[in-house]
């Protein structure tokens, strides 16, 4: 006999049993109908691209993360594992956009891999759910990305959390008039890091790192650290520029004005879209709106939804200018939130069908598999237990995968012409004619449809 | 300025634009409602797993064509691409089963990798759609894996195909009557092979390899090649051992009889599940039932959708038997007979959504995104023209993607407080209130809906 070899994951790397499986199955679900729902289209693009892709987006640090991939066959082909969405989007989106046309709206949902060290909640294969256009600068665009946001945690069944909002614009702006404006990116890289480090801290790392004044950098963080309704946050803002007035700014905050007003036209909650100058994304990458998600009673798990606009998404692969906005969310951060919220997404049950039909008798397989058949051509998932094994033991089975209904009959009910349904959670128990079968059990399990 | 790197894909890889990927949205979408209506669950594994876990599952050639995954950190750790759903699976089941408890009934989608030479229709990477019933050997399971793969094809759309149906216990049965039940492997390799090389090759190459003579290879054939109806073939199949009755070959036309009778039973339309006693796919995996499923107007692709039952799935990691029965339907195959097909649900649309709301006025755009919100409430996708642009040019892209409403309004609209609703195939524009928007919308859309 030989050894059996030890069944295992890879470090970084999981499985999804049942019940968390069909939670994501949900939200993925609820994410690519609101996708949709704007108008957004599914596009897909492989797991692996050529080396030369991938390499090079983020310096040498960036790059030791990429997997790479090699064929046993021994091909040159240099390969490796995509390590986020964007990245192909663009490769993609410079390869067929003269056949597609702009504006374009894609969706993209899928596993990305990053070989970094694991840690609580880091794992090194994780699934992002992106949306984009790209080939415009209108602000309904812009718009658009925070309404979208907005329904995808609606749908999700979130009615505490908000999206965070800033323009790049004002901060431009005011580096503008401070004749900074070649300071912006070690600006935005120490400023990104406020919640952590601390004003001082930050003023510091500027004066340092970007070599402007303390009393720059002080100015830089009153802009970021400005507070207040998002009426009052773009009123005081635009008094930063009264005495000389700036157009980046000023369409930065024009641009914030009509979002809101935008939002408020089409009932966006109050207090849902926060203004919130503080916020940055690091990235340089990002030149408008900026957009963070964060979950009312449980921030500390950081942004589950983040993007923003950008100038040009492929400059690397095509000369053609392709400047967009959209955002991205991390699913599985997401899902581990919901799991610590309790979300009721996350029903406990380890089963999509709702009703187990009971064998009793093994020579009534084609009854039981006939009466399942009508349940679910009216839409109610059944499963048919596969064995004719003690009827308390298939009860046990229902209960533990948290099935609502049992069906059962033996020799007694087939003579009868009727099926005992077994409300598992109450354990109560009913005899239902074979004619009224299907109507009784859609009462039982939707018991608010009118 | 930099040189452009040039976008591409990977040989073997390939891109989903929009058109295609909505259809295969729409397959997968119908794979996962029919899956769950029978009680598979979801689960998902990761698309690295560890050489062990991957290599020697099918001999030298076969680990060939597992992708080699490494860290550039340079970590020890060995790791593969999966290339199947199955190896992960059994890896999974051996792993969690004492908690999961028996029978398990599993879906799983994903992409799988295998480096093997690209050629018509054959890529590096695909997608395979597994659904499996785990822990027991019933004949319940068989039956319904038959039924599971009836249902998918119906939800896709297709009438007409053909699940072609056989037990591997009929052709043990007639070996062991002729005392060469060790022959099984090499009869069946050549066995698979009927459709391609024909009768006299076959047997040819059995007497070569499986050391039988001539006369026995012309009986294993005679077996396979019984045709008629599926009683007829089942009857001459019982004519075969009435002088020497086998139980396995008993057993095996039981189980085949009785899938027969509960397919009736829950209106399966004849002619759907067809008894052919050819059909063996060569692997010897296999112990049981084994099913292909042929599309009868585009049966030179091959089988869309295969399976079978097996003695152990997870004998290499488990002490624990675990006998199951699934199948597995070939994504990419099965979307590009839709193609070939123009089968319906390929719509020629490259946008889920189906109204285009014209930016007609830019200052109007909290009117045109709530005339928009107002219509996703009611389950309708809408986009929002992100620019002012002239309206044929906005009606241009609209028709091009596939919208089939465009809403138009700007001012005298506005003051009228009516929008021109234009139906973009006939070219046909009405003035509707805005209070009756949504409704004649739908109406529009869904003429058929009472």
């Known amino acids: 006999m030989s050894t059996l070899i030890t069944p295992r994951t890879l470090s970084g790397f999981r499985d999804y049993l049942p019940e968390v499986m069909l939670a994501r ?16 289209t599914p596009i897909d693009t492989p797991a692996a691209e050529a080396l030369e892709i991938l390499l090079g987006k983020g310096g ?23 390590f986020d969405l964007t990245v192909p989007f663009a490769r993609f989106a410079a390869q067929y956009i003269s056949e597609l046309g702009t504006p374009f709206k894609r969706y993209a949902m899928g596993p990305v891999w990053r070989g970094e060290r694991p840690g609580h909640g880091r794992y090194r294969e994780f699934w992002q ?20 946001i907005s329904d995808l945690f609606a749908a999700i069944g979130f009615e505490r959390f908000e999206v965070r909002i800033n323009n790049r614009l004002l901060l431009n ?79 930065g905050i024009r641009r914030l004005r009509e979002l809101l007003e935008v939002g408020a036209a089409v009932g966006i909650p109050d207090g849902r879209f926060r203004i919130d100058l503080s916020i940055c994304r690091g990235l340089d990458y990002y030149t408008g709106m900026i957009y963070e998600t964060f979950l009312t009673d449980l921030p500390g798990i950081g ?22 906005v959209g955002a991205s969310l991390g699913l599985d951060r997401l899902v581990a939130a919901m799991e610590e919220l309790e979300h009721p997404l996350l029903t406990g049950q380890k089963t999509p069908a709702e009703v187990l039909v009971v064998q009793f008798d093994s020579s009534r397989l084609a009854d039981y598999q006939r009466a399942a058949s009508r349940l679910r051509e009216v839409g109610i998932p059944v499963e048919v237990y596969p064995d004719a094994k003690k ?16 069906v059962i009959a033996g020799t007694t009910e087939f003579e009868k012409g009727v099926w005992n349904v077994k409300a598992l959670a109450k354990r109560e128990e009913t005899a239902v004619t074979d004619a009224e079968l299907v109507e009784r059990i859609s009462e039982l399990l939707r018991p608010n449809w009118v």
Do not use: W
């Open 303 to 324: 942004s589950v939804c983040s993007g923003g606009r950008y100038d040009n998404l492929a400059s690397l692969y095509t000369k053609q200018v392709l400047p967009g």
């Open 391 to 406: 009827v308390g033991q298939q009860l046990a089975y229902a209960e533990k995968r948290g099935f609502k209904l049992a």
């Open 173 to 251: 702006g005011l580096l503008e008039l401070y004749g900074l404006a070649d300071r912006g990116v070690p600006l935005l890289r120490s400023l990104d890091k406020l919640p952590k480090i601390g004003r001082d801290k930050v003023i510091e790392e500027m004066v340092k790192e970007a070599a402007v004044t303390a009393e720059q950098a002080g100015r830089v963080l009153d802009l970021a650290e400005t507070t207040g309704t998002n009426e009052e946050v773009l009123n005081r803002v635009e008094g930063f520029f009264t005495a000389t007035p700036n157009a980046k700014a000023a369409e």
């Open 129 to 148: 759910c992106d949306f984009d256009t790209i080939g415009t600068t209108s602000n309904a665009a812009d718009i658009e990305t925070a309404l979208v």
């Open 60 to 82: 040498d640090e960036s790059d030791k993360l990429v997997y790479r991939v090699r064929s046993a066959r021994s091909e040159k082909e240099e390969m490796g594992l995509r």
């Open 25 to 40: 199955e949900k939200v993925l679900d609820k994410a690519r109908h609101v996708y949709r729902s704007y108008g957004f």
